[in-house]
């Protein structure tokens, strides 16, 4: 294997892996928090956005990535958003068919997946700028760090608020459900417990690496942001 | 005169930095956004045409559901539809603009008649059904078929036993002559309830339990005396 061979595939693999962990649309980026606060009161709505929202991201960048040089910049912003706009149409008819029960459950939230920031964001600063194969490793590894992170806020938030996981029962009919966690109010707690875990994490690992003699500043963990 | 003339001979042959000019008309712009506009309709009619079956099914199962959970002791359900103050059963595969469900049991009597009704809640129309038995001249069963209420409280109206209890057996009796219900439906607050027409508000969702009683209320009032002149027909 030659050395760029194994160069394009640790950067495939790292454009897949960075939405997961090192740029999380949620816990790192803070995009996308208004289905993150709203919906993430059961594991299975928590799991339910997540799927739905990686779904659109992904046909999203695939699209926006393949007509990538025919839109004219002026209309870019516009086209994109009729892309994303469409795929969650898609996504609304389809989770009617599959799941009638979670579609209530979820409400507007779906409709809305159109102005979640995080799914623009890659189409104009990833999708618009890379090939097709890329953008679609960006938009799996985003899409599943947005569902990881509805998944920590459900699970914590249907544990606390119902005393259960994903419906199964955890601590007896005598538990007396914590009840701010399931509104909204609760997902402000919530996420604010795990942005200290994050960044306590990022934290210690940028002590470590400085221990170590390697600067954590010097790793470019934005580079394809624009920003 | 001369150096002048020389700068700027020098100055027109400095390399100028080449900015691309932009060439897009807007003849362009329009076209690339219709097209784009064109390939997004045909994908969304194609999504709505092959997945309409299977919403519809999927509505009409959770409505029949909904129909023999409020209904104890259903087998069987009939729709009828209103026409000019009569009930008249509905031919399969037609839809009326207000449906009731005469829901049977085994030995083919009547169990009760389950009524859509809908009315603003707290965020949204709340749409719900409820069945009403003859026998009893009460509610015996209702769920929230669609509702937009703040989750974890106003919810609470689909899921809360305390209040859902109050469905058992509300009493909506008519007054002498038939035409109206003699004890109007009411909220009352939490753990107040001392009459069978009552209904115990939820505690932290006030406002989403007004809306059922008012829902109740309003559709009682005119499909209670409806079901109590076509009784004859409902009763096979």
Redesign the interface.
């Known amino acids: 294997m030659t050395n760029e061979t194994k160069q394009a595939q640790h950067e495939n693999l790292d454009t897949l892996t960075r939405g997961i962990w090192r740029e999380n649309p949620v816990f790192v980026m803070l995009l996308g928090l208004c289905p993150v606060l709203?919906?993430t009161?059961s594991v299975v709505n928590a799991l339910a956005m997540g799927l739905a929202t990686t779904f659109v991201l992904f046909m999203a960048s695939t699209v926006v990535s393949l007509?990538r040089k025919?839109?004219?910049?002026?209309?870019r912003i516009?086209?994109y958003i009729?892309?994303i706009?469409?795929f969650v149409?898609?996504v609304d008819?389809?989770l009617?068919?599959i799941s009638?029960?979670v579609h209530?459950a979820l409400?507007?939230f779906i409709a809305l997946i159109v102005v979640n920031c995080a799914i623009l964001g890659r189409s104009e600063a990833f999708a618009s700028k890379n090939n097709v194969g890329k953008s679609m490793l960006d938009a799996l590894g985003f899409g599943g760090g947005f569902t990881i992170a509805c998944l920590c806020m459900g699970g914590v938030r249907e544990v606390l608020?119902a005393g259960t996981f994903a419906g199964i029962p955890l601590f007896g009919p005598s538990f007396a459900g914590w009840?701010i966690m399931?509104?909204?109010g609760g997902a402000f707690f919530v996420l604010g417990a795990w942005l200290l875990l994050f960044n306590w994490l990022r934290e210690r690992k940028e002590r470590a690496e400085k221990f170590t003699g390697t600067s954590f500043e010097n790793r470019e963990t934005s580079k394809d942001l624009g920003t | 005169m001369a150096q002048a003339t020389g700068d700027m001979e020098n100055n027109q042959q400095t390399p100028q930095p080449i900015i691309p000019e932009d060439t897009?008309t807007g003849t362009?712009?329009v076209l690339?956004?219709g097209l784009?506009?064109l390939a997004?309709a045909i994908?969304?009619v194609l999504?709505?045409q092959s997945?309409?079956a299977?919403?519809e099914e999927?509505?009409a199962?959770?409505l029949e559901k909904a129909i023999f959970e409020v209904l104890p002791n259903t087998t069987g359900k009939v729709t009828y539809a209103a026409e000019h103050g009569a009930l008249g059963q509905m031919p399969a595969g037609k839809q009326a603009e207000m449906e009731y469900y005469a829901g049977y049991n085994d030995r083919q009597q009547l169990t009760g008649i389950a009524i859509p009704a809908e009315g603003p809640g707290f965020q949204d129309i709340v749409r719900i059904l409820y069945g009403y038995a003859p026998a009893c001249r009460c509610i015996v069963g209702m769920k929230v078929l669609?509702s937009?209420e703040?989750?974890?409280?106003g919810t609470k109206i689909e899921t809360d036993p305390v209040f859902l209890k109050n469905f058992e057996t509300l009493d909506v009796r008519l007054t002498p002559d038939g035409n109206a219900i003699a004890n109007p439906i009411v909220l009352v607050k939490p753990r107040q309830k001392e009459n069978p027409w009552e209904i115990d508000a939820i505690s932290?969702a006030t406002i989403s339990s007004q809306a059922i009683a008012d829902i109740l209320q309003a559709s009682t009032a005119d499909a209670v005396p409806l079901i109590e002149k076509n009784l004859d027909t409902l009763t096979r």
């Open positions: 709203a919906v009161n007509v025919l839109i004219p910049k002026q209309v516009a086209c009729l892309v706009a469409t149409t898609v008819y389809l009617q068919a009638f029960e209530r409400g507007a608020g009840s399931i509104l909204p | 897009t362009t712009m690339t956004m784009i506009g997004c994908l969304i999504t709505y997945t309409q299977t919403i999927n509505k199962r959770f669609e937009k703040t989750p974890g409280l932290g």
